[in-house]
Every structure is written in C-alpha cells, then in structure tokens.
C-alpha cells in the first residue's frame, strides 16, 4: 500500500493505492458516512465495481444508494448536473455527507463540481475506475463540465476529502481506455522528470499488459508528482500547476473539433497535443529536434496519435486555433502554450504567435 498525502492545509487529504482496496474501500469509508446512507455516482460502465464497493459498505455497515448515469463525456453537462443534485437533495444529501464518485474522469468532473455546489458544498470521495482518472483527474480538485464553447469551462475547485485506488479495476478496462490513460502517465516525465520518461520508455508495454508493479509504480510515481504541484500551487496562480496542462491546448483543439466524441478520447488527444507542443518547440529553435521526435516515436509506440492526421483530424491551422480561443487559460486576449526547450524542461509561454500556430499546423502532414 501507498500513501500520497496533498498537503493543502485544512484541504489536505491522502490518496490510497493499493491492489484490491475496492473491495475493502468500507472500512476506510465508514468513519465519512456519520452513520448515514452514502450516495454513489457512477455510470453504466462501472457497475461490475459498484458492486463490489456496496458489498463492502455493507460489511462495514454502511448503507448506500447508487445513482448510475450513462457512460461519455456528453454526461458533463448540464442536463446531467441538474438531474444530479436533484437527486442528490431527493436523497437529503447535508453539507457534512460525503459523495463517492465511482467510475472516471467524467464521473469524478461531474459529481466533483455537483458536491461544490450542492448545500453550498457537501464533501466528496474520488473512487477512480481508469488509469487517466488515477494519474490525473482524481486528485487536485478541480471539477467541471463542458460547454458549447469548449471543454472544463463551467467549474469549480473542490477538493476531495479521499482518493481510494485499486489499480485491479484496470484490470476490466478496454486496451484503447488504458492506452489514452498512459498518456497522462508520461506526460509526469515530459513535464520535468527525464529520468521518468526513460522508465516509461522500458516499462510501457508491461504497464499496458497488465503487470502489477509496472501499474502501482505508474500510479504512485504520477500521483506523487501531481500532489507536490498541486500543494505548491492549487489553483494555479503561480503558474507551476499550469505546466500540468502540458499537450492539453492543442488536445482540446483536436477535441473540439471532434465535438467531445468518442472519435478522440481524452488521453488520445493530449498524448497528439504533446507531440504537437514539443514539435512546435523544435521548429521555433526552442527545443532539439531528437527530442520531439523521440516523443512522437514513443507515443507511436505505444498505439497513441502523435498528430492531427494520426488522430484522425484533417481540420486546418486557422480552424484549430479558433477552438483554442475558448481555452479557459485565456488572459487578457493572450492564450499561454506549455512549450518545451527538451524532454523533461516544459515551461509556460505567453508570447506564442498564435499565426505562427495555425501556419505550423497547416505544415503537419496529412493523412495518408
């Protein structure tokens, strides 16, 4: 078992790791529940696991009430949070309750930002069922849905009160779900850690074929790094938790021009954003050349897109950057990039063309 503790003050709390904790997840549950009914939030996908979870409430003596959604990022919206917390209040949720989101990031982003609003902000537990949910979005706080104009725009900062996972429950998850987790994996390394992304480099294809120490030294390695960036700067104001959002403007452009579809998941499009951030960084002389491609040929290797054209995108320059004018980091009419001066050397960058952009996309190659 590993422990990673977020030290945010009276906001700290720790994150759990350990093989089949789902199943013993009462125990660490019960002394939250103030001997009352525990609502869990998951979706269609994840009742396997629910069903482990409300066994061992039981045999804790915790009494629960699920509350399933359908499965997909057009659950983040609000349709969905206004049935939520109805429902929620129908169940007569208080402000000291606690919530368990069970399931991924979309489950953890929806009821993560329901419990911030719910009673003015009832406590919440992030059980995450997907490697990209264990390695990034259930741990930090921040919670939101999407809107017409881009991804994450309506939401809120709220942090969990626990963070329990198992990393067996990867054990069910489809190879394409685990592969667009890994990206967020490496992504620890790209940022400002080389050595890590040489572990990746060796350990990928065990970590993606399912053995166990590959998987719990992923998860904790990634969680530690986040929890230190998140406890320096929580709701990037320094700009340090910024550089979490490496490969992340260029994947929500590929994002959004897909409409948030299952044609581009998440991971798949931060891991096409990454490439893309790091061969930018080389054809504006920032970065050596080697290392974006070192990137792109890693994340080939792995079965991940390492370009609009590999992601299926076949958009132009100009329309890209129009979906990045919606990006939230948008400051006084200037949208900052992650560049990179090589692997393991991210930084922010707030003076970046965003012509030059487009007219650097427009010279990516097309699909074959």
């Given amino acids: 078992m590993t422990v990673v503790h977020v030290d945010l003050a009276e906001r700290a709390y720790d994150v759990v790791i350990e093989s089949g904790l789902l199943a013993r997840a009462g125990a660490r549950l019960a002394p939250l ?18 069903t482990t979870l409300q066994a061992s409430l039981a045999d804790a003596g915790v009494a629960s009430e699920a509350i399933v959604l359908p499965p997909g ?30 399931g991924g990031g979309v489950i953890g982003d929806l009821v993560g930002f329901a419990c ?60 394409r779900e685990l592969r667009a987790g890994y990206a967020e994996v490496v992504k620890y390394g790209l940022i400002d850690d080389p050595a890590f992304f040489e572990w990746c480099e060796a350990n990928a294809r065990a970590l993606l074929a399912g053995d166990p120490a590959a998987r719990e030294h992923a998860i904790s390695h990634s969680v530690a790094a986040k929890a230190r960036i998140v ?20 994947g929500h452009a590929l994002e959004a021009e ?74 006084a009419g200037t949208l900052p990039f992650l560049l990179t001066r090589g692997i393991g050397r991210t930084y922010l960058d707030k003076t970046v063309d965003l012509a030059a952009v487009a007219a650097f996309l427009d010279a990516m190659p097309a699909a074959a």
């Fill in 33 to 50: 529940s103030r001997g009352r009914t525990m609502a869990i939030v998951t979706d269609e996908n994840v009742r396997p696991h629910l």
């Fill in 258 to 331: 897909t409409g948030f579809s299952s044609r581009l998941l998440h991971g798949e499009g931060v891991a096409a954003g990454m490439a893309l951030a790091y061969r930018f960084s080389a054809a504006q002389g920032i970065a050596p050349e080697q290392d974006a491609e070192r990137v792109a040929a890693h994340l080939r290797a792995v079965g991940l897109p390492d370009s609009p054209a590999a992601a299926g995108i076949a958009a132009d320059g100009q329309v890209l950057v129009a979906h990045m004018l919606h990006d939230k980091k948008m400051d």
């Fill in 73 to 102: 990022e057009s659950t983040k919206s609000w349709a969905h949070l206004e049935a939520l917390t109805d429902r929620l209040l129908d169940l007569g949720v208080e402000r000291g309750d606690h919530v368990i989101a069970l």
């Fill in 231 to 250: 406890a320096a700067d929580e709701r990037e104001t320094t700009g340090l938790r910024a550089l979490l959002n490496l490969g992340h403007t260029f």
């Fill in 116 to 175: 911030s609003v719910v009673k003015r902000g009832c406590g919440f537990v992030q059980i995450p069922t997907t490697l990209l949910a264990q390695v990034d979005s259930s741990v930090g706080g921040k919670t939101a849905i999407n809107a017409r104009a881009g991804k994450n725009l309506i939401g809120a900062f709220h942090q969990p009160a626990l963070v329990l996972i198992d990393p067996q429950v990867l054990d069910t998850l489809p190879a």
